[in-house]
């Protein structure tokens, strides 16, 4: 069974910058699409954002232009830049990962703070 493991949080001054990456114990070609979410204390888990197999992406109103992100299949590794990031940006953010003959997958998460 395919584990995903992100990696990348941590504490940020607003403005700033961070890549998260999601490394796959497994092939992330068996996955359909790939995506990020992010659920900030008391709030429900939102999508941040999505890439197929393709390549295509999608994002969330509120990281458009911001947020980019990118797979490298030779890595198994799916990658989220976040740029400009803002106080409301802080959660934890997950990766999550479905394929119709793998279902869904989820990582343990990890913590983006933007504070000064």
């Known amino acids: 069974q395919v584990q995903l493991e992100e990696s990348g949080g941590g504490l940020v001054q607003p403005g700033g910058s961070l890549r998260l990456s999601c490394a796959a114990s497994g092939s992330i070609l068996d996955f359909a699409h790939m995506h990020w979410f992010r659920q900030a204390p008391g709030k429900q888990r939102d999508l941040v954002a999505t890439i197929t197999q393709r390549g295509n992406t999608n994002y969330a109103d509120s990281v458009k232009g911001r947020f980019t992100i990118s797979r490298d299949n030779a890595k198994n590794t799916v990658y989220l830049q976040m740029n400009d990031l803002k106080p409301e940006d802080a959660a934890v953010y997950y990766c999550?990962?479905?394929?119709?003959?793998?279902?869904?997958?989820w990582g343990q998460g990890t913590q983006v703070t933007v504070s000064t």
């Open positions: 999550y990962a479905y394929g119709d003959q793998t279902g869904g997958r």
